[in-house]
């Protein structure tokens, strides 16, 4: 596959002040459906990119070719979606409206998008798309700027890196997924060698270092869409602020569970029905597994922040019930090989990935363990992938 700025010249010819961005997709280590109960994540950003190599013009139009559809359209910036627009197309115009709406003159750009961010695998793909979209409408607005990090790019323009990932978000809100802030943070924010631990309150973050000479992060796709309804989405959203309401008889200062500790939770656990206390008991228990997770990748103790992705996996599977039988499948076979820390889902969970911390000479001995038992076993074929934690979004050279 050609790379997108030779298939730049393929399509529109040459161009001059051709440009390139990239922004990459996320895996998530741990802290799962903790992000819209105000909780704390930890993504690393991929090698695995969207990238879009541009020409900026004056007129204020995008003309974009996607290389993944193989489709040619363009907009108007600032208009939104008809009947009839791709539903690719989409992002970009979502990321135009919100830029503008911020108050950002914005030009128009021709380019080529394309990425190797699996897409329906909970990777993060949109996220990568509406991030990569922001960084070539800003830089067609100043097209001198030099190359480097999305958050100089947003500088020039008076935006923090953290009101870009924002405005990303709500780009994504427009489309009509009301996701949380971490993917789009990370794709902005990723740092080499390091996860990122997020507070989903305020917004503030620190890096986390993942040693790559003690483990290997192993992603594998279950190839299982993932199928989370809007409906059982919502369902545990509204289970989680049922508990909040509940356990906020006892202390008038939570207002979500993230101001509820374990200790307080298991005071007041049989206040709960049955199910809400589950819902609420991952949520209270994933964000302590984050916390002890950064102290001991702080620490270097790799085997101690396996025991806490596994355990993560098991309260998601039992007390959040988002998992699947693939999914604990592939778990199973990781956690049966040796030189495997720990292993769970990633993602929404009903499909996607899983993710595994791997001691770096065991990697291929896992690959071969899943490929001979998981098609076998569920007429699947997975995907697998290893990827060292990666900076985030960028102007490239």
């Known amino acids: 596959m050609p790379e997108p700025a030779t298939r730049f010249a393929e399509v529109f010819g040459r161009g001059a002040g051709l440009r390139t961005v990239r922004a990459p997709g996320r895996v998530n280590l741990i802290g799962e459906h903790t992000d819209y109960n105000e909780g704390f994540v930890m993504p690393m950003a991929l090698e695995r990119a969207v990238r879009i190599a541009f020409v900026p013009h004056r007129e204020p139009t995008v003309t974009l070719w996607s290389e993944q559809f193989a489709e040619q359209a363009e907009f108007a910036v600032g208009q939104g979606p008809a009947a009839d627009t791709p539903h690719w197309l989409q992002y970009p115009m979502a990321v135009a409206q919100v830029l503008a709406d911020e108050g950002l003159a914005l030009h128009g750009f021709r380019g080529v998008v394309d990425g190797d961010v699996p897409v329906g695998s909970g990777l993060s793909s949109s996220a990568a798309y509406e991030v990569a979209s922001a960084l070539a409408l800003l830089v067609s607005v100043k097209p001198d700027v030099p190359a480097g990090r999305a958050a100089a790019v947003a500088e020039a323009h008076g935006l923090t890196s953290r009101k870009l990932a924002l405005l990303c978000q709500a780009a ?162 990781a956690r049966g090989t040796e030189g495997v820390f720990g292993s769970r889902l990633t993602g929404a969970g009903f499909g996607g990935c899983t993710v595994s911390l791997v001691r770096p000479d065991a990697v291929e001995t896992l690959r071969d363990a899943v490929l001979a038992r998981y098609p076998a076993e569920t007429g699947l074929d997975p995907r697998i992938w290893v990827s060292p934690a990666a900076d985030g979004a960028a102007v490239e050279t």
């Open 172 to 333: 994504e809100h427009r489309v009509g997924v009301r996701c949380g802030i971490m993917d789009q943070f990370i794709s902005v924010h990723g740092q080499r060698g390091h996860a990122i631990m997020l507070d989903c309150r305020d917004l503030s973050y620190r890096p986390v270092p993942l040693p790559a000479d003690q483990a290997a992060v192993v992603i594998i796709d279950s190839g299982v869409q993932r199928k989370l309804t809007t409906g059982a989405y919502n369902e545990r959203r509204s289970q989680c602020e049922d508990g909040v309401s509940r356990l906020a008889e006892f202390d008038a200062a939570i207002r979500s569970l993230r101001d509820v500790s374990p200790k307080f939770f298991e005071a007041h656990v049989e206040t709960l029905p049955e199910v809400v206390a589950r819902r609420c008991r991952h949520v209270v228990t994933e964000d302590a597994r984050v916390a002890a997770s950064v102290k001991a990748l702080e620490a270097g103790n790799v085997a101690r922040f396996g025991e806490l992705v596994s355990a993560s996996h098991d309260s998601l599977r039992d007390d959040y019930e988002v998992s699947g039988p693939e999914l604990d499948l592939l778990v199973r076979i």
